[in-house]
């Protein structure tokens, strides 16, 4: 299933997976890609992942509410027939 901030909020859970590495615990919220942290102990990754998961999400629920720039909703390959270029040609 895609990400989607709806379905974070609407579960009654995040899934969190911790392991030990290199001397350190690893937390990823399976959730919410790219949300991980780390720390000495489990119980210290485990505080951090929540503080992560928290930061994440704020971040998310602001970029939703901005606006798109038109601009980065175009096609690269309408944009190249628009501009009369074509793809990999070297100048002549």
């Known amino acids: ?3 989607s901030l709806t379905n974070v909020l609407n579960q009654p859970t995040v899934h ?3 392991w030990e590495e290199d001397g ?3 937390a990823n919220c399976l959730d919410i890609p790219g949300c991980v942290s780390q720390g000495d102990t489990r ?3 485990m505080a951090n992942i929540r503080d992560a998961i928290t930061q994440c999400l ?3 629920r602001e970029d939703a509410n901005q606006p ?3 601009l980065s909703l175009r096609n690269p390959v309408e944009d190249e027939r628009d501009s009369g270029m074509k793809p ?3 100048p002549g």
């Open 68 to 70: 798109q720039d038109p």
């Open 88 to 90: 990999n040609a070297i």
């Open 16 to 18: 969190i997976w911790i």
């Open 24 to 26: 350190a615990y690893v």
């Open 43 to 45: 119980e210290e990754a």
């Open 58 to 60: 704020a971040v998310i």
């Open 1 to 3: 299933m895609p990400f």
